[in-house]
């Protein structure tokens, strides 16, 4: 069974950048299209990007143009390089499959908060 690590997250000011990492236990992505997604407390789970198998990629309205993800299938790793921070990114940041996210897949997530 696979596992998805995510990594990456912490306290970070209004503006200010971080780089999430998912990293599965085997070659993973490479064979699916993956996605980020995020729950803000008192929220429901919400989509924020995905990376197809060919490159492709998506992004809620809310992170255009501030969020960019990546995959590195040699590093069996995506990324989520996350630019103009704002209070509303503070979730917990979690990747697995789409459309269909597997309950196996779920980490723990990352923690990321906003805040000045």
């Known amino acids: 069974q696979v596992q998805l690590v995510e990594s990456g997250g912490g306290l970070v000011q209004p503006g200010g950048s971080l780089r999430l990492s998912c990293t599965a236990s085997?070659?993973?992505?490479?064979?699916?299209?993956v996605g980020w997604y995020r729950q803000a407390p008192g929220k429901e789970r919400e989509l924020v990007a995905t990376?197809?198998?060919?490159?492709?990629?998506n992004y809620a309205d809310s992170v255009k143009g501030r969020f960019t993800i990546s995959r590195d299938n040699a590093k069996n790793t995506v990324y989520l390089q996350m630019n103009s921070l704002n209070p509303e990114d503070t979730a917990v940041y979690y990747c697995?499959?789409?459309?269909?996210?597997?309950?196996?897949?779920w980490g723990r997530g990352t923690q990321v908060t906003v805040s000045s």
């Open positions: 697995n499959t789409f459309p269909k996210p597997s309950r196996d897949y």
């Open positions: 085997r070659s993973f992505f490479s064979i699916n299209t």
């Open positions: 990376v197809t198998i060919g490159g492709s990629t």
